[in-house]
């Protein structure tokens, strides 16, 4: 590719102001500027307090687990792109640490851009991710939003489409969504709610409410 993706390491603080604690850096970009620049990118969180998933050096190991609100939350990465290791994620997944957790949480980067219907074998990754133990799956890749579908209790998100990208040339690529889950534990069981919002991609850089 001749596209290469960096930020100012000043966008770790503004990440850090509007409330993120934990992100996903399992993508096809995350080594463009090569080993070096993915440890700058760990590094760079880690100086703030943000815990990432899908490293792709492999030094950081899975799952994540993070209390919010008294609810423990267990985050697993997957990408097409960085390794493919679907053996791993699954094994992440059912992991002691995972289970001891109150939701699994998995954040997959797969699938091709553009397209709104996931294929035949994304949609047997999870599958396998759903058997292992997921309880939640969230898709990024493809700069559109995609299909949500219940593989038994588990919700799955193919893709949340852009949240922020310089892409505007037609409404698809301008629109992506924004899922608020809560999770709310009832004895030994955890419930969750979803609350899903259209978000707009303005030329001057902006992230709206809803689409246009």
């Given amino acids: 590719t001749n596209m290469r993706f960096t930020f100012a390491p000043s966008v770790r603080e503004l990440l850090l102001d509007y409330g993120f604690g934990l992100v996903s850096i399992g993508n096809n970009h995350i080594q463009d500027f090569g080993k070096e620049g993915a440890h700058a990118t760990t590094r760079y969180l880690s100086g703030v307090g943000i815990e990432y998933v899908g490293d792709p050096t492999g030094e950081s190991a899975e ?18 792109f960085v390794g ?7 094994a ?11 939701a699994i949480v998995v954040l997959a980067h797969w699938g091709n851009e553009y397209e709104t219907v996931p294929s ?5 990754l999870a599958r396998t991710f759903a058997s292992a133990g997921a309880d939640l799956i969230i ?5 559109v939003i995609g299909k949500v579908e219940d593989i038994g209790t588990t919700r799955v998100y193919y893709s949340l489409g852009n949240f922020v990208f310089d892409q505007y040339w037609e409404p698809s ?9 809560t999770f709310t534990k ?6 969750a709610q979803y ?3 259209k978000v707009g991609m303005r030329k001057d850089g902006a992230t709206t409410l809803g689409c246009y």
Wanted: glycine share 8%; charged share 30%.
């Fill in 195 to 197: 609350t899903e919002t």
């Fill in 186 to 191: 009832e004895g030994d069981e955890t419930e």
């Fill in 120 to 124: 035949e074998r994304v949609r047997e």
């Fill in 63 to 80: 799952p994540v687990v993070q209390e919010v609100n008294g609810v423990r939350l267990a985050f697993v990465s997957y990408s097409d």
């Fill in 84 to 90: 493919g290791d679907a053996a791993r994620a699954r």
């Fill in 173 to 181: 690529v301008r629109c992506g969504l924004a899922v608020a889950v």
């Fill in 92 to 102: 992440a997944i059912a992991s002691d640490a995972a289970r001891s957790a109150d």
């Fill in 139 to 143: 898709g990024t890749h493809s700069h």
